[in-house]
C-alpha cells in the first residue's frame, strides 16, 4: 500500500514537473518570437533559437508532449507576435523540425535521413516564401531570376544549421541536462 502511494507520488511530481517545464519552455519560445517585433534583423534568427528550445522538450517528455508545445507557441505566435513572418517561420519550420529530426535520425542510412531532412526542408522553405507573398504582398517576380540562387544558399545554411542542432543535443544531453537534473520520463 504505502509502495503504491510513493508511485502516485512520485507521478503526480513527474506530471507537475513536465507542466511545468513545458511552460517554461512555451512562454521562452513565444516571447523569443515577440521579440522580433523590437528586433527586425532577428526576424529569422530568434524562431529558430525557439524551436531550438524544442530539443529538450524532445528529450524529456518525449515526441508527443513536444508536439503539443509546438502547437502551443505556433497559435501564440500567431496572435500575440508583431512581426508575423516570424511566426510563420516557427510555424512552418523552426518550431517543428526537432521534433522531425528524430523521427527522421531513426532512419539507420545516412544518406536516406539527408534526402528527407533536405525535400522536407526545401517544401518548408517554399512554402513559407508563398505565405509571405499572401500575407505580406510581396511581389511575385522579387526572386525571379535569383530564386536557384536563394535556393542553394538555403540549402547549405540548412545543412550547417543540420549539424549545429545535432551538437546542441549532444550539449544538452552531456551538459546541460547533468545541470537541471530533470527525471522525467
Given at each position: 500500500?504505502?509502495?503504491?502511494?510513493?508511485?502516485?507520488?512520485?507521478?503526480?511530481?513527474?506530471?507537475?514537473?513536465?507542466?511545468?517545464?513545458?511552460?517554461?519552455?512555451?512562454?521562452?519560445?513565444?516571447?523569443l518570437i515577440i521579440l522580433t517585433g523590437l528586433f527586425?534583423?532577428?526576424?529569422?534568427?530568434?524562431?529558430?533559437?525557439?524551436?531550438?528550445?524544442?530539443?529538450?522538450?524532445?528529450?524529456?517528455?518525449?515526441?508527443?508532449?513536444?508536439?503539443?508545445?509546438?502547437?502551443?507557441?505556433?497559435?501564440?505566435?500567431?496572435?500575440?507576435?508583431?512581426?508575423?513572418?516570424?511566426?510563420?517561420?516557427?510555424?512552418?519550420?523552426?518550431?517543428?523540425?526537432?521534433?522531425?529530426?528524430?523521427?527522421?535520425?531513426?532512419?539507420?542510412?545516412?544518406?536516406?535521413?539527408?534526402?528527407?531532412?533536405?525535400?522536407?526542408?526545401?517544401?518548408?522553405?517554399?512554402?513559407?516564401?508563398?505565405?509571405?507573398?499572401?500575407?505580406?504582398?510581396?511581389?511575385?517576380?522579387?526572386?525571379?531570376?535569383?530564386?536557384?540562387?536563394?535556393?542553394?544558399?538555403?540549402?547549405?545554411?540548412?545543412?550547417?544549421?543540420?549539424?549545429?542542432?545535432?551538437r546542441l543535443v549532444v550539449f544538452y544531453i552531456y551538459?546541460?541536462?547533468?545541470?537541471?537534473?530533470?527525471?522525467?520520463?
Amino acid at each position: 500500500m504505502a509502495a503504491a502511494a510513493v508511485r502516485g507520488e512520485c507521478l503526480n511530481r513527474e506530471k507537475t514537473l513536465a507542466v511545468a517545464f513545458g511552460g517554461i519552455i512555451t512562454a521562452f519560445s513565444v516571447i523569443l518570437i515577440i521579440l522580433t517585433g523590437l528586433f527586425p534583423i532577428a526576424q529569422l534568427a530568434l524562431p529558430t533559437m525557439a524551436g531550438m528550445l524544442l530539443i529538450a522538450a524532445v528529450i524529456e517528455f518525449g515526441l508527443g508532449r513536444a508536439a503539443l508545445i509546438y502547437i502551443a507557441v505556433s497559435l501564440l505566435s500567431l496572435f500575440l507576435a508583431p512581426d508575423k513572418g516570424s511566426a510563420i517561420y516557427y510555424i512552418l519550420f523552426f518550431g517543428h523540425y526537432p521534433i522531425l529530426k528524430n523521427i527522421i535520425e531513426r532512419i539507420r542510412l545516412k544518406p536516406v535521413q539527408w534526402i528527407i531532412k533536405i525535400v522536407l526542408f526545401n517544401i518548408c522553405a517554399i512554402s513559407s516564401y508563398f505565405a509571405a507573398l499572401k500575407i505580406f504582398g510581396i511581389p511575385n517576380d522579387m526572386l525571379k531570376y535569383g530564386y536557384p540562387l536563394v535556393l542553394l544558399i538555403i540549402n547549405v545554411t540548412f545543412i550547417v544549421y543540420d549539424i549545429a542542432v545535432s551538437r546542441l543535443v549532444v550539449f544538452y544531453i552531456y551538459r546541460i541536462r547533468k545541470l537541471l537534473k530533470i527525471k522525467v520520463r
